[in-house]
């Protein structure tokens, strides 16, 4: 599990993310809610150690070691945006998830890897693109094949780590919910924890084991879909009054 206590951080005198103690489990989906600028992408970027706590810390439970060359064979982060300055193929970048594990030269296990998660998010048919001209939701694809390729499931009993800053923002609605049952069943292979941003809340109501919504860099509630997404916590949080509805499966919706 990743664990934060008193996690603070401030910038300039301005406090960006305050006092938030909080368990990410294993084998769970953590969801990361909010309005723009409550401190979603600040709080993973802590969780991430791309930036340091003013006060309080992470603590990556389960880890032998927090070197940065270890962690990076167990721990993936998909950033919000990422910009690639030089013409390289999508097999190039898929690679990229590899280079933790290997020295010089990518392994046939690499290579069967990389073609695995370039499998799994289909864009087999990309490999030799050059992909500065894949359109927006075929690079969120090919970035979904690369951090997978750097946390592949390997049988070990390790936990990995998986950091999304708001995956499904290029996606159309089939590949948003594919993207979601996709870490559902990668899931069932291998214990790993999961945090991610988003703000569809219907997609955090249908997915999430655990949402955590945030409000001026404080957790304004947390805990099951049931609980954090009521009429109540969004109309103060969104200024939104939500109606709710089941539908015949069983899945509870909202719309506003
Ligand atoms: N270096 C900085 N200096 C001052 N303010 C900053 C700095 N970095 C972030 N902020 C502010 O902190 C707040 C939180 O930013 P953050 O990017 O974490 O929000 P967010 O919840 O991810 O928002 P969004 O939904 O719009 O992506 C914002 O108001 C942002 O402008």
């Known amino acids: 599990m990743i664990a934060t206590q008193n996690l603070t951080y401030e910038v300039n005198g ?6 938030i103690s909080t368990v990410f489990n294993v084998n769970e989906i953590n969801l990361i809610i909010g309005a723009n600028g409550a401190g979603k992408s600040t709080l993973i970027n802590l969780l991430c150690n791309q930036i340091n706590p003013t006060k ?66 289909q864009i087999n048919a990309f490999s030799n693109r050059n992909y500065q001209t894949l359109s927006g939701g075929e690079k969120q694809r090919v970035h979904f094949a690369r951090v997978m390729a750097q946390i592949w499931p390997d049988g070990k009993e390790q936990t990995k780590y998986l950091l999304l800053d708001e995956p499904l923002t290029y996606l159309d609605v089939y590949y948003q919910f594919d993207f979601m049952n996709k870490i559902k069943a990668i899931m069932q ?33 947390s805990g099951v879909p049931e609980k954090v997404l009521t009429k109540e916590t969004i ?22």
């Open 235 to 256: 109309s103060k949080v969104f200024d939104l009054e939500p109606t709710f509805f089941t539908d015949s499966n069983g899945k509870r919706h909202l719309s506003f």
């Open 189 to 221: 292979l291998q214990p790993m924890v999961v945090i991610g941003v988003l703000h569809d809340l219907n997609l955090a109501s249908q997915y999430a084991n655990q949402v955590l919504l945030l409000e001026n860099g404080k957790v304004f509630q």
């Open 56 to 121: 309080g810390s992470v603590i990556y439970e389960g880890l032998k070691t927090q070197l940065p060359s270890e962690l990076s064979k167990v721990r993936a982060v998909l950033s919000q945006h990422i910009d690639m300055a030089f013409p390289l193929t999508v097999h190039e970048i898929v690679l990229m998830g590899r280079y933790p594990h290997f020295s010089h030269q990518p392994t046939e296990k690499d290579h069967q890897i990389v073609k695995e998660a370039m499998d799994l998010f």
């Open 14 to 19: 301005k406090v960006l993310i305050e006092d």
